[in-house]
């Protein structure tokens, strides 16, 4: 079945460092990911998406990365401030009619 | 555009009892999505329609459960009868097309007593 799963359930970086949320995925198919950023009391807000015919993407402050060898994708964020903290998530499409969500990465920033 | 928006904000009922939960997805969107997140499962899809279609509703817990699209700017989700074991946060999403670049709504958290 679909799995989309993070490697790690909670990230803790220096403001003004850059943080790297990883996940991976299982299924094959997926041709569609994105990233969604949910800070607490409120809705999952889009980041960034990449297709599969793509192995980078860039948009402000943020990078996404996808390697379709080893099914992994990764969120990256630079100079991480501190309305940067939330959970983030990660999704995939397979065919693109619904999302398969991650269980989440909690990222908080240290002063 | 005001984004998706959904009602009620916060909800406390007992057990029993029959839920509503309401969106009005963005403007022009033609797919929407209702979702349920609670810490020991995360976000789960619960159904999604495609011009008010219902497409998949494998999602939908059980019976008591269900939902309705009769336009393309309103959708509800009823739980009809209300269990504690539905205490969540319901989203509701939409898209201009299929699973990309969803749109959330700020949820409605439910409470059942």
């Known amino acids: 079945g679909e799995n989309v799963g993070l490697h790690l359930p909670t990230l803790s970086v220096q403001e003004g460092d850059n943080s790297i949320i990883n996940c991976a995925y299982s299924?094959?198919?997926?041709?569609?990911f994105i990233w969604y950023k949910q800070e607490s009391g409120k809705g999952p807000q889009f980041i960034i998406d990449?297709?599969?015919?793509?192995d980078k993407r860039q948009g402000q402050r943020v990078t996404v990365l996808l390697n379709k060898t080893v099914k992994h994708l990764s969120l990256q964020i630079a100079a991480t401030q501190p309305g940067d903290s939330a959970v983030y998530f990660c999704?995939?499409?397979?065919?693109?009619?619904?999302?398969?969500f991650g269980q989440g990465t909690r990222l908080t920033i240290n002063p | 555009d005001a984004g998706v928006i959904q009602s009620p904000r916060h909800e406390v009922t007992e057990m029993g009892q029959e839920v509503t939960l309401r969106c009005k997805p963005i403007?022009?969107?033609?797919?929407l999505f209702w979702y349920r997140q609670t810490m020991m499962r995360g976000l789960e899809l619960l159904i999604y329609?495609?011009?008010?279609?219902?497409?998949?509703d494998s999602g939908m817990p059980e019976d008591r459960f269900s939902a309705k699209m009769p336009n393309a700017s309103f959708s509800t989700l009823k739980i009809q009868p209300s269990e504690p074991r539905d205490s969540a946060v319901y989203f509701c999403?939409?898209?201009?097309?299929?699973?990309?670049?969803?749109?959330f709504g700020p949820g409605t958290r439910l409470l059942v007593l």
């Open positions: 999403a939409s898209s201009l097309s299929g699973a990309e670049t969803q749109y």
């Open positions: 299924n094959s198919a997926s041709d569609y």
């Open positions: 990449i297709r599969s015919n793509m």
């Open positions: 999704a995939d499409s397979p065919g693109a009619q619904k999302l398969v």
């Open positions: 403007s022009g969107h033609n797919s």
């Open positions: 329609f495609n011009n008010n279609v219902p497409i998949d």
